[in-house]
């Protein structure tokens, strides 16, 4: 695993105390706090900047553009992707031209503001290290204009807030509807952790059933379900089927993650990376499963560059809401239980489930308190307090 990775690993700790504290006080706004999480850690680690409760200015910005950015690259969204001589046409007779470099300027304008702020901070001696800050010192080494540097920062943070948080939206529809992998995780992690401490990324060679149930979460919700589509620099042959060069390709990961390796796929079955029954089963289980070389994260030299920050995410953060919640159907006042579709998912070129009803409460008052103090401890440390 990158070792870069592995040097961002107290910020995704520091982030999901946070995470768990705001779980601890409102569970209802879940959507909100997993939206905090994720663009909370890019913000830090791309511009050296802190998100508190995702309602900052800038932040509403980004997250604008971000959803922006999802809609409009779903495949198909434009007649333009599946006519492409529409290109031809002139700016004031084609709307989508007018729309998109509108949208253009405005994600462009933000990307700048951002790069900004740092380049400024490095003239008065305060930028902490950061994303931004490297690419300003080496600019020269990259040889990139300034506006290709702020895109790659600033892509970065579109591609990596939407995803995590949309994958751990189905993680927790999986809990509320399988409570019987709640239950192995959790006595997995109890057995692991103890009560005396939080789940940590020491413990994670020791939690198979956790990495488990990540990866067949990312199996069976892939948030890119139609995948990224490329297209084919050179004629190319798939299946005695001649595709020329230009084609584009959509590698379709719904269907990929229900071929024949995966017995009864439709059913979220975490067994099939822990038992060798299975033809997905590899050892040893201190290593495996990993989501290394996973379709889930696409393939190729344009593999997500953020798959092993994401594995980290994922992997604290389940591990850490099995150890603190216990999750489950909401009632009603009757005390009837209340229903969550299976599949009501969003569309688009990222996919999540729609908004859901369900209960999260802390397993103990142990457990809530010990939260309450690493959240004070976090804060004390943080080595951004007040950014
Ligand atoms: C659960 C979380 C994530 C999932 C499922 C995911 C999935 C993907 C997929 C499927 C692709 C397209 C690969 C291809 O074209 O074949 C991709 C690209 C990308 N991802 Fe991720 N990703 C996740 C998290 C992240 C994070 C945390 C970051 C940043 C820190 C990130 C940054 C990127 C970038 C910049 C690209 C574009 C790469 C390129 O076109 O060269 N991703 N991701």
Same mark, same amino acid.
């Given at each position: ?28 706004? !879940? ?8 663009s909370?850690?890019i913000f830090?680690?791309g511009f050296g900047k802190t998100i508190?409760?995702?309602?900052e200015e800038l932040v509403r910005r980004i997250m604008h553009v971000v959803?922006t ?33 509108r949208l253009h300027k405005e994600e462009l304008g933000l990307f700048r503001q951002l790069q900004d702020d740092v380049r400024q901070e490095m003239k008065d001696?305060?930028a902490?290290?950061c994303w931004e800050r490297?690419f300003l010192?080496?600019?020269? =080494?990259?040889?990139?204009s300034s506006d290709e540097g702020a895109y790659v920062v600033g892509t970065l943070f579109e ?29 997995? %992690? ?65 269907? %990929? ?8 796929? =439709? ?5 099939? &990376?822990?038992?060798?029954? !299975? ?11 990993? %989501? ?20 980290? #995410? ?8 099995? &150890?603190?919640?216990? %999750? ?18 969003? #569309? ?15 397993? #103990? ?22 950014r």
């Open positions: 695993m990158s070792s870069a990775a592995t040097s961002y690993q107290p910020v995704q700790v520091l982030e999901s105390t946070r995470l768990l504290y705001d779980f601890l006080r409102t569970p209802a706004e !879940y959507e909100n706090h997993l939206e905090r999480y994720s909370g850690l830090r680690l508190k409760t995702g309602n959803h950015v999802e809609r409009v690259a779903s495949p198909g969204a434009y007649l333009v992707d599946t006519f492409p001589t529409l290109m031809c046409l002139p700016a004031w007779l084609a709307p989508f031209k007018q729309e998109l470099g001696g305060k902490p290290q490297t010192e080496d600019q020269a =080494e990259y040889g990139l591609a990596g807030a939407g995803t995590t948080a949309a994958a751990m939206m189905s993680f927790l529809l999986a809990m509320v509807h399988h409570p019987v992998w709640q239950a192995r995780l959790q006595h997995e %992690i109890d057995t692991v952790v103890g009560p005396q401490s939080i789940p940590g990324f020491n413990h994670m060679p020791s939690l198979p059933t956790v990495r488990a149930v990540v990866k067949e979460t990312l199996r069976w919700r892939p948030v890119t379900a139609g995948g990224v589509p490329h297209q084919l620099v050179k004629d190319d042959v798939y299946n005695g089927l001649f595709l020329p060069a230009g084609t584009n390709i959509h590698a379709n990961q719904w269907a %990929i993650h229900r071929d024949n390796l995966y017995p009864d796929p =439709e059913t979220f079955n975490p067994a099939r &990376w822990l038992e060798p029954r !299975y033809p997905t089963y590899r050892e040893p289980l201190t290593t495996y499963p990993t %989501i290394q070389n996973f379709s889930a994260f696409g393939f190729g030299r344009r593999i997500c560059p953020g798959m092993n920050i994401a594995e980290r #995410s994922l992997n604290l953060l389940v591990a850490r809401i099995a &150890w603190a919640f216990n %999750i489950s159907k909401a009632r009603d006042e009757r005390g009837r239980e209340i229903a969550v579709p299976l599949y009501d998912y969003t #569309s688009g070129f990222n996919v999540q489930p729609k908004r859901f009803t369900f209960d999260m409460k802390a397993r #103990s008052e142990d457990k809530a308190r010990m939260v309450e103090r690493a959240m004070r401890e976090a804060e004390t440390e943080d080595p951004l307090a007040g």
